[in-house]
């Protein structure tokens, strides 16, 4: 079992009730589910009602979108799925948004400027919203991201599908949806994971050893289909059934623990039997439960990392702040040379807002990360050390001391400049960092005038020439207010250009402040020839009462 918060957050795990896919084999049946029954809305029924407020200060609600096709889409600027995702989401849109079809994004996790500073740089046309009382996250039973559902015209929910959605998977659930039926999704890849979750099968009268060890072919069953959802691959036709997948586990695992508890004697199964009922009470979402089970399996075995991961994670969904660092330190412990685990117990420090152990912990991650950069500098490494560094801002910001959050933003852009540029988190880690710094300006009141510099990442700008040097410029200041912005340092017979709204002025440039808050600039440097090498040029922007500054 790993730890499902880590999942939803980096995994991009697989699908959903979907689209048949065009050309699929049929599926096998999968395993009754009894009287189970998955969380969350269910497809075919009403979709749970819900009120936001969008970031331009309107007002949205399932009502609204009553005669239309809704398609959701929850994501999280942290969330590196959906950030690949996006361009599909874009593409989709354009090709599917009519007077009959709409689409909301949703944000269950972040604040606004967040939130503003990414969808700015994306240019995201669509309404976005912040679910600021976790309504519509408790409602919708938002645990994994991302995640699209689909509703009718009459307010139907007709798919929910968790993953990365591909343009071709997104029409069918709107034609589905417009149809008044259900989505389902079929794949080649889904059917290996329903092989992999048959029954192996006990003989009748099986004795503890062999009970045992059937209990472990569960165990190890559900693992590869764990292994097999993360290969999902939406665009290429192999698509799962994340919530399909998720009962079908139930189904096997509720067999095991029934045949091991009428046999358990031994520690060793009564601590497989402990942990598989805290995993069913977990995917259940009876976290005390879940918290009940994971103990009694730690008591058994205090080196049981699947177990400590456990109550960490349903520690978190109690809001048992204690409990979860407790859980999280046992981890450390067990795992010295883990930049991660250390990353965990800095998060949760910081919830519980124990600010400055956080900062101490994220302190030890990062000269750890710097170690493993200083052993062995390749790319997953230095990655690692740059993710470090973004959590460990993101702490400094909750806790209000921007100062060191802006520093530790400024060094995941450092450090992913170090990364190849066609590195699978290059620009992710270069856009995230900067809106991140972006945010620290926009965070109310706007007192101060933001200015920050990075390595242009995504399509360039009409007419730009593949010799200059780009950078991503991005200015936050109050609305309305006009930003004065220059370059220096520049080397002679240098050019510094600052191109946007289709225009480029050398040297120097003022802008205006649009309803955002946020500006985007394409900031060029042209050399006089091809073999010239770039220094640190800077570009300072004032409002005439605030200065701000950036380097290359």
């Known amino acids: 079992m790993k730890r499902l918060l880590a999942l939803a957050a980096a995994a991009g795990l697989a699908a959903a009730l979907g689209p048949r896919l065009a050309g699929a084999t049929e599926p096998l049946a999968p395993p009754s ?135 071709q998977q997104l029409a069918l659930m709107v034609d589905a949806a417009k149809a008044g039926r259900n989505a389902e999704i079929v794949s080649p890849l889904q059917q290996k994971i329903d092989l992999a979750l048959a029954d192996p099968g006990l003989a009748s009268g099986a004795d503890a050893a062999a009970t045992l060890a059937y209990a472990k072919k569960v165990d190890a069953a559900i693992n590869k289909a764990e292994d097999l959802l993360n290969e999902s691959d939406a665009a290429k036709g192999n698509s799962t059934d994340l919530l399909r997948t998720r009962v079908e586990e139930a189904t096997i695992r509720d067999v095991g623990i029934a045949a091991l508890a009428s046999t358990a004697t031994s520690d060793e199964s009564k601590e497989l039997l402990a942990r598989l009922r805290g995993d069913a009470a977990r995917d259940r979402e009876r976290w005390s439960d879940a918290l009940a089970a994971y103990r009694d399996a730690v008591a058994l075995s205090a080196k049981d990392d699947d177990a400590l991961s456990g109550i960490a994670f349903v520690a978190g969904r109690l809001n048992q702040s204690d409990v979860q660092i407790d859980a999280d330190q046992g981890l450390v412990l067990l795992q010295p040379d883990s930049v991660d685990a250390l990353v965990e117990l800095g998060l949760a420090l910081g919830k519980a807002k124990r600010f400055s152990e956080a900062y101490a912990i994220f302190g030890k991650a990062i000269a750890l990360g710097k170690k493993h950069v200083d052993a062995t500098p390749k790319p997953a ?100 207010t006009n930003v004065a912005l220059h370059a220096s340092g520049v080397p002679k017979g240098w050019v510094a250009s600052f191109c946007t709204d289709r225009v480029c002025s050398p040297f120097k440039v003022s802008v205006a402040i649009p309803q955002s808050g946020v500006k985007i600039i394409e900031f060029q440097l ?27």
Not at 416 to 421: E, G, S
Not at 527 to 552: C, F, L, N, Q, Y
């Open 526 to 552: 042209v050399p006089p020839d091809e073999k010239a090498k770039i220094g640190k040029v800077r570009v300072t922007g004032t409002d005439g009462r605030h200065t701000s500054s950036a380097t290359t």
């Open 381 to 480: 490494v230095i990655r690692k050390l740059a993710w470090t560094h973004l959590y460990a801002g993101r702490a400094y910001a909750k806790g209000g001391d921007h100062a060191h959050a802006l520093a530790e933003f400024e060094q995941v852009i450092a450090w992913t400049q170090k990364l190849p540029a066609d590195d699978i988190r290059h620009d992710m880690y270069l856009e995230e960092g900067q809106e991140a710094i972006v945010a620290l300006g926009l965070s109310k009141p706007v007192t101060t005038t933001t200015v920050s510099l990075a390595p242009w990442t995504g399509a360039d700008l009409p007419g730009s020439v593949e010799s200059t040097f780009k950078y991503r410029l991005v200015v936050a200041d109050a609305v309305g």
């Open 33 to 167: 589910a009894g009287t189970q029954s998955l969380t969350g809305p269910q497809v075919g029924a009403p979709a749970p009602d819900f009120s936001f407020r969008t970031l331009d200060g309107k007002s949205v609600s399932l009502a609204r979108y009553r005669g239309k096709t809704l398609v959701i889409n929850v994501w999280a600027t942290w969330c590196p799925p959906c950030r690949q995702e996006m361009s599909d989401l874009l593409s989709s849109y354009a090709k599917l948004r009519t007077t009959s079809v709409e689409f909301l994004g949703v944000d269950t996790t972040e604040e606004a400027p967040i939130v503003r500073a990414y969808v700015v740089a994306k240019n995201v046309p669509y309404a976005q919203a912040i679910d600021a009382q976790k309504k519509f996250q408790k409602d919708y039973d938002i645990q994994y991201f991302p995640t699209t559902f689909v509703i009718d015209p009459q307010g139907i929910l007709r798919a929910r599908y968790i993953d990365v959605v591909a343009p």
